[in-house]
Every structure is written in structure tokens, then in C-alpha cells.
T-cell receptor, first 108, second 114 residues
Framework: AQRVTQPEKLLSVFKGAPVELKCNYS??????LFWYVQYSRQRLQLLLR??SRESIKGFTADLNKGETSFHLKKPFAQEEDSAMYYC??????????FGKGTRLSVIA | EAGVAQSPRYKIIEKRQSVAFWCNPI?????LYWYQQILGQGPKLLIQ????????DSQLPKDRFSAERLKGVDSTLKIQPAKLEDSAVYLC????????????FGQGTRLTVV
């Protein structure tokens, strides 16, 4: 069965420091991977997807099929990046499967 | 465009009572999802509709949960009777075509069962 693992429940970094939110998945085929974000008192929303290969708000994520990972990275964290981040997987057979999420706290 | 609307925002009920949640998806979105998010966990899919047909309800506890999407627009999710472990945020989301297309989420309904 498809599974998404986010090993860190909480990640605290200082403003201006690099950020890496880890995501590993288990799926034997070719999945589509996403990062969703939920800012305080806002609804869950799409941040980026691997097929777009784009940078959103300075964040990037590369799908590594060999390591079955889709880590989210940003070179310089900003205070407004503080939020809950969820990695999600779509396999074509089932709807989106979410990880448990990582709370990012950026300290001024 | 208007987002996904859900009501109520909060609900507190006693165990064994019944409760219903309502969702109005983004206009024109054929796919509608109900997710359950227990504190500290990621959203877990309960049911997916494509128009007014059920695509996936494999994780819906059918002995107590039911959902419908009459006319392929609004949807209601019902719990009868509720248990303590049903306390969670219930999220509704919609997407244009389902699959890997972007899902737009509502604000959610926070249910507390006491």
C-alpha cells in the first residue's frame, strides 16, 4: 500500500537559515508527489507538485526515485514560512495519501 | 473564485448522538472529497465522489458514517451514532477532474465528541 512518511513532527530553524523538510514514500510504481501547506488559521492549500518543477515562495522539491524521497527545500527561511507542511502522494489508483505533517517554526 | 464552503465550523456533541456536515464545492468541480484529520495526523480520505457517484469509500466506516452528493454539487457527511474517537477535523475538498489535479480545501469542521 502507498505510504508517505514525514519523520519530523517539528522543525525549528532561524530566519535566514536553510530549510529541508523530509518526505519519504513507499510505492512501487511512478507516483506523483505534492507538498501542501497550512498557514495559521488558513485552509490547506497546494504549495507545489513535482511534475511542475517550479519554485514556489522560494521552495523547491526534487523527486528522487532511487531514495523514494521528495524533500522540500528553501535556502533562506522567512518568518512567514512558519506553517504545517504535508507531503502527499497520488498513484493513479487511489486518491491523495497524506503524511502526518511537519510543523515548521522559523525563529526571528 | 469562491472557495470550498463548509458548515458548521465547530460542533460539540455527546457520544451516541448524530451529526451532519455540509460542503459546497467550487462551482464546476466534478470531484469532491471528504477527509478526516485527527489531531497530530495528516488528512485521511473517507470518501471521494465524481459528480454524484462514489469513486472510493474504502476507508469510510459504513456502520456509522454515510455521505451523499445529490445532484453532483453539495455534499453532506453524517455520523450516526458518534463515538469519542470520531473527534477530528472533517475537511471537504474539490478538484476539477480528480486524479492528480489540485485539490482545494475548505476550512473544515472541528467535531468534538464528549
Amino acid at each position: 500500500a502507498q505510504r508517505v512518511t514525514q519523520p519530523e513532527k517539528l522543525l525549528s530553524v532561524f530566519k535566514g537559515a536553510p530549510v529541508e523538510l523530509k518526505c519519504n514514500y513507499s510505492y512501487s510504481g511512478s507516483p506523483e508527489l505534492f507538498w501542501y501547506v497550512q498557514y495559521s488559521r488558513q485552509r490547506l492549500q497546494l504549495l507545489l507538485r513535482h511534475i511542475s518543477r517550479e519554485s514556489i515562495k522560494g521552495f523547491t522539491a526534487d523527486l528522487n526515485k532511487g531514495e523514494t524521497s521528495f524533500h522540500l527545500k528553501k535556502p533562506f527561511a522567512q518568518e512567514e514560512d512558519s506553517a504545517m507542511y504535508y507531503c502527499a502522494l497520488y498513484s493513479g489508483n487511489t486518491p491523495l495519501v497524506f503524511g502526518k505533517g511537519t510543523r515548521l517554526s522559523v525563529i526571528a | 473564485e469562491a472557495g470550498v464552503a463548509q458548515s458548521p465550523r465547530y460542533k460539540i456533541i455527546e457520544k451516541r448522538q448524530s451529526v451532519a456536515f455540509w460542503c459546497n464545492p467550487i462551482s464546476g468541480h466534478a470531484t469532491l472529497y471528504w477527509y478526516q484529520q485527527i489531531l497530530g495526523q495528516g488528512p485521511k480520505l473517507l470518501i471521494q465522489f465524481q459528480n454524484n457517484g462514489v469513486v472510493d469509500d474504502s476507508q469510510l466506516p459504513k456502520d456509522r458514517f454515510s455521505a451523499e452528493r445529490l445532484k453532483g454539487v453539495d455534499s453532506t457527511l453524517k455520523i450516526q451514532p458518534a463515538k469519542l474517537e470520531d473527534s477530528a477535523v472533517y475537511l471537504c475538498a474539490s478538484s476539477a477532474k480528480g486524479g492528480s489535479t489540485e485539490a482545494f480545501f475548505g476550512q473544515g469542521t472541528r467535531l468534538t465528541v464528549v
